[in-house]
């Protein structure tokens, strides 16, 4: 590489870095009779676009599961590794199986094939990025050697056939990028399947159905008519070729968008006629006169992709008809034509409402494969999306405190949950136990018992764009005010603030509710960093296996009815009830269970003894968090929290403050910042006397 006047010479670069092998493999072309030997070698070649997309997305395999004594499957496709994850969905598997067993319902040919997908949610709940990955994914996949498919072209290299072709034309390219078996006249179909299937050790059967499109289907009659009916002599001008699908370049990939009724017509679907070529054909009946680049035409062989299909006009929903159940589609002044594609709409609530009052609209209803495609429900999945958009790749000169994203997410959750029926179960609990945490009384068929009385749940609440943008909000103006961490409050802030203005809010009832929601989700926050800062403080671990070992003395002292020797003074004392209960307390053991409690921790001892275990108080969770926060009780006075309200602290003070900071910065993922923020705030509670035990 040369480095001269003008800078870098980038030639070599471009040279290291150009594939050529592969451009060569992606523009094959051959003959029919070479692609013929291809299909026997593999018959895959000719799958239709529903057997593709089926194929496409199990190439990526799957996980199996089980949530909730359900059996699940994830789709490994859809967490888009190809493109780094920018498009993955989350926490859909359950709508994702739907959509993938009509998928292979079309690809067996059990009747699906004949019906539009159309994918139904709330606004922001992933329908079009499901339509995108699929989209992108076929297109990939054309590329590679599983996804192999072909197209062919007329060819006329000698000019001979001017009368045919059109004046001056050499190459004839299918305009919908036909199967070159469609070539093959319907009399020798069966002998040619029969032909190719046989012997062959791949369990797909290749059949072959449809018809060429009008201009093909001209040129090849045209052609039959010259050679006096040898087929033989018309498949010399057919020129095969490798087909790579793109939806830059309008192949086999189609995107409808409906528009106003002045602007639009249905030949935006079916094509129109090219009235410059009127004049060198004659007619405007000539099939080499029509344009075949309606959003049909185009996405023959891959799939088509209707935006707001409900807000199309009847006309255009005349047309969906016919292509998805007969697979045809009728241009203007031309027969039925054959189409082969996956088609796909998107709508959201109220244009399905539409659709169910509009008995018109009842054959549509009938052709339609509904997928609900709803909110997600499950809080460590929505932590996902905007840990995906918000991360510390993307964040410039701020960072997020922990636990900001979790209580934005957390708040968007309880917004889409109904209210649970029993009186004795909030909302937030009904979160975590969709989460899978486990809360005393309640068992996996609880779960499943909630969520199947749960009608309309994922279909209402806030959309995770309004957190993402909430979110967003929140980081520019800490970056304005070089504030440096954006924590929880700031958000939960912002997302208060835009409920008065909510685009898609209008009844005040429910504003109030979701600034409800926002109360119980800033005291959830509370309470979960107090008690880090309470496992940061009492974080000693020699401290508290030392506090461990003089409980369990005491404990079995007091079950064996014995007396503790004194380290101190030597003598022998009854069990210290008082020590004993100041750790019980903690995790609100009753007086009259407390003998229960020790008999408890005694037998869990005496069990590991018998395995040849020794005892570890973090084995023990009860234990543990009680230990914890006698250890807080006992140290916070001496650490002296609450001198950092005032920010007077002595040098001993700080030096055990700065302590507990670092533990939180090392244990909790931290910063400085936010460490301090956090420290700030818990000694502003306990200055206030604030200190609840939580349950």
Known sequence: ?????????????????????????????????????????????????????????????????????????????????????KDAVFGMDI??????????????????EKRVILLHGPVGSAKSTVCRMLKKGIERYSKTDNGLMYTFEWIDPDGEHGDIFGE?????????????????????????????????????????????????????????????????????????????????????????????????????????INYRKIAEYGSDS?????????????????????????????AFLYDLLGASQEHTVKPKKFAQTHIDEVIIGHTNEP??????????????????????????????????????????????????????????????????????????????????LYDGK?????????????????IREGLDGMSPRYIQDKISNAIVMAQQNNRGSVNPFMVLNELESGLKNHSLLSNEEQKADYRELLGIVRQEYEEIIKAEVQRAISADE??????????????????????????????????????????????????????DFRREIMNYIGALSLDGKKFDYRTNERLHKALERKMFEDQKDSIKLT???????????????????TRLIKDFGYDEVSATDVLHYVASVFARGDVKEKS
């Open 1 to 85: 590489m040369s480095n001269d006047s003008t800078g870098l010479d980038y030639t070599e670069m471009f040279k290291a870095w150009n594939n050529v092998r592969e451009y060569q493999d992606l523009n094959w072309s051959g003959t029919l009779n070479e692609y013929l030997n291809l299909v026997k070698k593999n018959p895959k070649i000719t799958r239709n676009a529903f057997q593709r997309m089926y194929d496409m997305v199990m190439e990526k395999g799957t996980k199996e599961y089980v949530d909730v004594k359900k059996q699940m499957v994830h789709y490994n496709f859809f967490d888009d590794e190809d493109n780094h994850g």
């Open 351 to 432: 244009e399905y409402r539409k659709l169910q009052d509009n008995e018109f609209m009842e054959a549509l209803r009938d052709r339609t494969v509904k997928i609900d495609i709803p909110y997600i429900t499950k809080l460590n999945k929505e932590i996902k999306i905007y840990e995906k958009d918000f991360n510390s790749r993307r964040l410039r000169g701020v960072s997020i405190a922990p636990h900001t994203i979790e209580m934005a997410a957390m708040w968007a959750i309880l917004t889409r949950l109904e209210k649970p029926k029993k009186a004795n179960l909030s909302r937030l609990q009904k979160l975590k």
């Open 542 to 595: 020699g401290a508290m296996t030392r506090l461990c070992s003089n409980y369990i003395d005491n404990l079995r002292a007091y079950t064996q009815r014995e007396k503790v020797k004194n380290q101190f003074t030597g003598k022998d004392e009854e069990p210290d009830e008082r020590l004993m209960r100041s750790i019980e307390e903690k995790i609100e053991i009753p007086e009259s269970r407390k003998d």
């Open 168 to 272: 001056g034309v050499r190459v004839f390219p299918s305009p919908m990028h036909e199967e070159p078996l469609l070539l093959i006249p319907k009399d020798m179909r069966d002998k040619l399947c029969e032909e190719l299937n046989r012997s062959s050790k791949d369990e797909f059967r290749i059949k072959i159905k449809g018809e060429l499109c009008p201009p093909s289907r001209y040129i090849f009659s045209k052609l039959l008519e010259k050679y006096h009916g040898d087929v033989t002599q018309v498949f010399k001008h057919v020129r095969v070729k490798r087909l790579v699908l793109s939806e830059a370049d309008r192949i086999g990939i189609g995107t409808f968008q409906p528009k106003d009724e002045k602007n639009q017509d249905s030949t935006e679907l079916t094509g129109d």
């Open 438 to 454: 486990n809360l005393p009384g309640y068992t996996e068929d609880n779960v499943k018992e909630l969520r199947k009385e749960s």
């Open 95 to 112: 709508t994702l199986m739907k959509l993938m067993n009509v998928l292979r319902s079309a690809a067996l040919g059990y009747g699906t």
């Open 643 to 661: 001198s950092l309200v005032s920010s007077v602290a002595d040098k001993d003070t700080q030096e055990k403050i700065d302590i507990v900071k």
């Open 286 to 314: 000539d099939p080499r006169a029509f344009n075949f680049d309606g959003e049909f035409n185009v996405a023959n062989r891959g799939m088509v992709e209707f935006v707001e299909v409900l807000k199309l006009d009847v």
